[in-house]
């Protein structure tokens, strides 16, 4: 079965989120600084109503940082998070080096094993197969 992806690029891998996950795409900027936030939350921005945590994934991940440009975009997602409270839904932004494209894809998993990328493995849900490139989809559940 086929399913929508958003792609984007993050230190020349291809990642994807799932399509029903993307709320928006932003142009990078306009942050507010968080005090004493963790290093890999570049601040907040006021999106939908409500103020959004940015998460700077290069800094998650532990890859060598870079400076945000025109192509460097926000990526604002919703993920359903289930907590002995039941279960609720946040908002976070992601920066990405450069969205791509919106690709379909059937769920052909390519298994995160002999995977070359710079991205820990801990933070790869899956890998998946288009054509002859691997994307990475990636696993938000600690975020």
Known sequence: ???????????????????????????????????????????LIYSREQGI????LRKKFGLKTKNPDKMTKIIVIEILKTS??????????????????VVSLDDTVEGKAGLKCTIPHDNIQTVLK??????????????
């Open 84 to 101: 002995e409270e039941g279960e609720k839904t946040t908002l976070y932004g992601l920066v990405a080096d450069q969205v791509l494209d």
């Open 1 to 43: 079965m086929n399913k929508n992806y958003l792609t984007f690029l993050l230190d020349n891998n291809i990642c994807a989120v799932e399509i029903s996950n993307v709320l928006e795409v932003l142009n990078y900027g306009n942050l507010t600084p968080i005090p004493c936030a963790q290093n890999y939350i570049e601040g």
């Open 130 to 143: 288009s054509e002859d490139k691997n994307i990475i989809l990636l696993n938000f559940t600690d975020l």
């Open 53 to 56: 945590s940015v998460i700077n």
